[in-house]
């Protein structure tokens, strides 16, 4: 099962996924650990892109192997959303603006998404795993 958790920088994605990723027993990968080790901070298009299918390709290995795997970053446009193809997208809508201008001109806000977080609380990551605990397990 591949979980996207996607927002703004600055949103919460990394946040709500240390909390949720324990009590999934998932795999996870954070966007900004993933270009670290890829040592690419390139933002345009076509690192965005790049990065996308980076994303997709961890993720697809751990699904392949039959895990959950969470992968939180941005995100920000339906291509690379569409790129990633998640089972189950989690949109962290708490922000209006990211640091990052590039990122908020490009930010297309989804259409569709299995959970719709526009506010921090203390339960979201327990009331998200245990929907999808009840769905998918």
């Known amino acids: 099962m591949k979980i996207l958790v996607m927002g703004l920088p600055g949103s919460g994605k990394t946040y709500l996924t240390e909390r949720l990723q324990p009590l999934l027993k998932s795999a996870w990968y954070n966007a900004d650990k993933v270009r670290e080790m890829a040592n690419d901070w390139d933002f345009s298009d076509e690192g965005r892109t790049r ?52 990122t908020n001109n490009i930010f297309v806000k989804p259409k569709k998404v299995d959970f719709h977080i526009t506010e921090w609380n203390e339960k979201n990551h327990i009331n998200i795993a245990h929907d999808i605990k009840e769905k998918y397990v």
Request: with cysteine; proline share 2%; aromatic share 12%.
């Open 51 to 102: 990065q996308s299918n980076r994303m997709r390709t961890l993720a697809d290995f751990e699904k392949e192997n039959g895990r959950f795997v969470i992968c939180d970053f941005v995100c920000p446009t339906v291509e690379t959303r569409e790129n990633f193809k998640a089972d189950i997208t989690i949109w962290m809508d708490t922000i209006t603006k990211g640091r990052f201008e590039d």
